[in-house]
């Protein structure tokens, strides 16, 4: 069973998501805010990572920045779900080591599929 | 007249021999004297020595003899074989001194004692001790006795008695010895002090004749030489056969009389020509001392003319080059007092003039006619009159005073002023006239160019009071960058402007470290204004400005354009435009669309969601219901969102209408509280009522609205739970509602702001707690409407009281 850690302070997103993905057989974990997020990725490795771009303590670029530099999950792929659509946001997040985007609001069913694209691409290349 | 006779053939030679001899005679007489009494002393010690010799060898026979009695008598009375012994080994001894002195033997005295010694030692040793010691071994010891009694005792001492009186003869001898030494001493001393006084005598002999052939004669040089040198004859005369030193010395001094008289006269010679040369120098002197006079006084005049040119030339100042004019025009005119007038405005500059004087003349300056003739002229004239009372000084008798006037014209040929000049008892040269003319031209001259520079001056101060009062920093610079004009602002923009004056001819350089102080990344800026300053382009586009922000966060936007003289570029002008406001109005709203974005996708992204999930899969009835429940709150989320930002935008438009009637507060606060706890079990919400009136005149509905977002905000704001209260009362005729909470608190550099629209708290370093920045803008904006108004204070990281003071109602109606 594959291993999400799904970082989001919107309680009623992180529902929203975990229901979508565990109903797939996925593993969620989920965090509150970026402190809890990082705490979380020290405890285990994840196959997948999903991050909201605002987020209390720290937001989600500055959890990409830090999960990049250093620990068990450094070359994991991570998905980053933000309100700011703009283009200048995007490309920041990208920069900073994202390696897919997905604006609010999304559909539940096409991030499913992005997850499933992201996780097969991962075996195939292992 | 001196006489000096001499008749020997060298003084040094006779005097050498002399002293030769002198010294010859004294050590050879000195010589024997010493030793005649060295051999005196030496017959003496001898005498003296043999005497001694004597003495002691008589003395040894006594006490041999002495001894043997002893040692006799110690046998008589103990018996001791050692005294009689040793008695018996004297008797040797006594022959072997005998023997020696037999060997010293001078006179019939010592003959006859060593007759008297042998004759008692062969009594004593040979007759009276062998018998009386036989007596004494038999044990016959009377008979011993008898033998001393009989007469061996009285022998004894009649020899020893003879002893005695030799030795003393001995002594006398040697007594008698030492007064013969001490007399021919005395002798001897005495030759010594006559050798002396002979010497002496000799000496002096010598010395007088030294003095009278040498020493007087040299005083009669002396004498001679001085009366020479008082330029009084004197002759020195010796005898014609000397030929000796002061032979040679005297006839060289009488030709070296002859040479110095001979020079005398030389010298008299030159003597007059030197002093017909001197007068003639004298005369030279005196002509030089008169052209020496000239000189300084052509050269302080001169002096006096380049500083005059060089202030004429140099200050831009009316003032300064009116008074260097009088000053320096004085000393070159020769004048003693002198004043320069303006005709239009009386100002004056003057030298050696009273007070009184100066207005006496600036009075009487346009009614005395010296004008008009200036005028008429256009050239300087002279007059001449009788000095008055006061000019005289101490002089009593009649004295003339010339007065000089001299015209300056502008270079418009217009006469602006007068110089007057005025001296004592010396008129004023008319071939100098033109002189003081070409002078007067350079004053006119110079005041031409004050004149245009305080014009200039004028239109750039005014030039220069108008960029001031720009509300922009405008900097003019050259094509390599040195600031030729600034204004105030641009300095107050760089935080220098006590430095206005100082920018203006600023390089490029020196300004631009200023910018670096005073800007953020000022690298790109920097760039931008290099390529401006080095454009040729000549119409400006909208590229050529560039936004920066300074060390202070304000931030400015800079407009430039070239500066050209037909296609010659002379410069660039910058306007630094402060955008602060519009730049935060801008990143405001760019925030606000950003968080209402945010805002309003989260809602809507819940909603979509779960609509999604709903239509595609088969979701058990709990969910479903679940799902309802949420999508139905995430819709009033989105409802109470569209309403803030309809409700700000009809406040700011003044559309907001209220339906006023009056309520009591506290129901509506109980409301309220009733509902919040509903959304939050980690707070604990309390109402206190201090007492007094709660009735205001409002609209229940927007009152209703504003207290939910404070108490909504203050459990919002209170992430750890804690205690929300609220406390009303009345005071000073308004009822008082605050709001207290236990939780984050606001920055002290927020407070100011709190109640602006779209304004945001940033608290990412602590919680990111969302809103839309229009909660307490609304609130404000009710409450004013409201005839009320808010506070806020605030601890940071301990909690916030916002309180609403709202004006007491006591009629029911509107």
């Keep these: 069973m594959k291993r999400i850690l799904l970082a989001e302070d919107e ?40 991050l909201d771009y605002m987020m209390p303590v720290y937001s989600g670029l500055e959890v990409i920045v830090k999960i990049r530099q250093e620990g068990i999950n450094k070359d994991v792929p991570i998905m980053m779900l933000s309100a700011k659509s703009q283009l200048s946001e995007q490309e920041q997040v990208i920069a900073a080591g994202a390696d897919y985007f997905m604006a609010k609001p999304f559909s539940p069913l096409e991030l499913l599929g992005k997850v499933r694209d992201i996780l097969n691409e991962k075996n195939t290349i292992q | 007249m001196k006489k000096i006779q001499f008749n020997k053939n060298s003084i040094v030679r006779r005097y050498i021999f002399l002293m030769g001899v002198f010294i010859g005679a004294f050590l050879l007489l000195a010589g024997l004297l010493l030793y005649s009494f060295y051999e005196l002393n030496e017959e003496y010690t001898s005498k003296n020595r043999q005497l001694e010799d004597k003495e002691r060898l008589v003395q040894d026979m006594e006490e041999a003899f002495l001894q043997a009695f002893m040692d006799v008598r110690g046998y008589f009375a103990y018996g001791s074989e050692n005294l009689k012994d040793n008695a018996l080994e004297q008797e040797p001894q006594i022959l072997d001194s005998m023997k020696e002195l037999e060997e010293m033997e001078e006179d019939f005295k010592d003959q006859s004692f060593l007759n008297e010694v042998d004759k008692f030692r062969e009594y004593y040793f040979t007759e009276a001790l062998p018998v009386n010691l036989g007596e004494f071994e038999k044990g016959n010891i009377e008979a011993v006795k ?218 009487n300056l346009l009614f005395s006619g010296v004008v008009d003739r200036l005028k008429m002229d256009r050239k300087p004239f002279a007059m001449k009159r009788q000095a008055a009372e006061e000019e005289k000084g101490f002089h009593t008798e009649n004295l003339l005073s010339f007065d000089l006037y001299i015209p300056i014209f502008l270079s418009g040929k217009k006469l602006i002023a007068v110089m007057a000049f005025s001296r004592n008892d010396a008129p004023f040269d008319n071939r100098l006239m033109e002189e003081y003319e070409a002078m007067a031209k350079n004053v006119g001259i110079a005041m031409d160019k004050v004149n245009l520079y305080q014009a200039s001056e004028e239109a750039r101060r005014l030039n220069q009071d108008i960029l001031d009062t720009i509300q922009e920093g405008v900097q003019l610079v050259n094509t390599e960058g040195k600031i030729l004009q600034v204004n105030k602002k641009f300095c107050e923009l760089f935080r220098c402007p006590e430095k206005l004056r100082e920018m203006d001819g600023c390089s490029w350089a ?123 709150n995430e819709a009033g989320r989105l409802t109470d969102l569209i309403n803030d930002f309809l409700d700000i935008q009809r406040m700011e438009s003044g559309k907001q209408e209220y339906e006023k009637k009056q309520l009591a507060m506290l129901l509506i606060i109980k409301k309220v509280i009733e509902l919040q706890k509903v959304h939050s079990e980690s707070h604990e919400l309390s109402l206190e009522f201090l007492g007094g009136r709660d009735f205001v005149i409002g609209d229940a509905g927007k009152l209703e609205q504003a207290l939910t977002n404070l108490i909504h905000n203050a459990i919002k704001y209170s992430p750890e739970g804690g205690r929300v209260g609220v406390v009303v009362f009345e005071k000073d005729g308004r009822v008082k509602i605050e709001i207290q909470d236990e939780g984050l608190g606001i920055p002290p550099e927020a407070l100011d702001r709190l109640f602006e629209k779209f304004y945001r708290v940033d608290n990412s370093d602590r919680r990111s707690i969302g809103g839309t920045g229009l909660g307490l803008a609304i609130v404000k904006e009710i409450i004013h409407d409201h005839g009320g108004d808010i506070s806020v204070k605030s601890q940071f990281g301990k909690g916030s009281t916002f309180t609403i003071s709202l004006p007491v109602s006591d009629s029911q109606t509107v």
């Design chain 1, 11 to 50: 309680e009623i997103l992180r529902m929203l998501i975990t229901d979508t993905l565990e109903d797939e057989d996925f593993q969620v974990v989920e965090a509150g805010d970026g402190q809890e997020a990082l705490d979380l990725l020290k405890d285990g490795k994840y196959d997948l990572i999903v």
């Design chain 2, 146 to 363: 008898a033998a001393a009694n009989e007469g061996a005792t009285n022998k004894i001492e009649a020899f020893m008695a003879d002893i005695n009186e030799y030795n003393e003869a001995i002594n006398d001898q040697i007594d008698a010895n030492f007064d013969e030494l001490k007399k021919i001493q005395s002798y001897v001393q005495f030759g010594f002090v006559v050798f002396v006084l002979a010497f002496l005598i000799v000496l002096l002999r010598i010395t007088r004749l030294m003095f009278s052939e040498i020493a007087r004669p040299l005083a009669g040089f002396a004498a001679a030489a001085n009366e020479i040198a008082y330029g009084r004859e004197a002759v020195i005369e010796v005898e014609k056969d000397r030929n000796d030193e002061l032979g040679v010395l005297s006839i060289a001094f009488n030709r070296m009389l002859e040479g110095i008289q001979e020079n005398e006269q030389n010298l008299l010679a030159q003597n007059e020509e030197l002093v017909a040369q001197q007068d003639e120098l004298h005369a030279q002197q005196l002509e030089l001392q008169e052209a020496l006079e000239i000189v300084k006084n052509n050269e302080q005049k001169l002096s006096s003319r380049n500083e005059l040119i060089n202030k004429l030339a140099n200050s831009l100042d009316k003032q300064e080059v009116m008074e260097s004019a009088v000053l320096n025009m004085c000393p070159i005119i020769g004048a003693e007092k002198g004043i320069i007038a303006f005709i239009e405005d009386s100002s004056y500059a003057s030298y050696g003039i009273s007070p009184g004087g100066v207005g006496q003349f600036l009075n």
């Design chain 2, 510 to 632: 020196d300004w631009i470290v200023l910018l670096e102080d005073s800007i953020e990344e000022a690298g790109e800026f920097i760039n931008f204004l290099k390529s401006e300053v080095a454009s040729q382009e000549k119409y400006s586009s909208n590229e050529e400005q560039f936004i920066y922000k300074n060390k202070e966060g304000k931030v400015f936007k800079v407009y430039c354009e070239g500066l050209f003289d037909g296609n010659t570029k002379l410069g660039t002008i910058f306007v630094h435009r402060n955008i602060t406001k519009e730049f935060e109005v801008d990143r405001i709203k760019s925030e606000f669309v950003s968080t209402v974005s945010h805002e309003l996708r989260t809602p809507l992204a819940s909603i979509l969601g779960f609509t999604e999930l709903m239509l595609n899969r088969e979701l058990k009835l709990d969910r479903q219901k679940k799902y309802l429940s949420t999508i139905h």
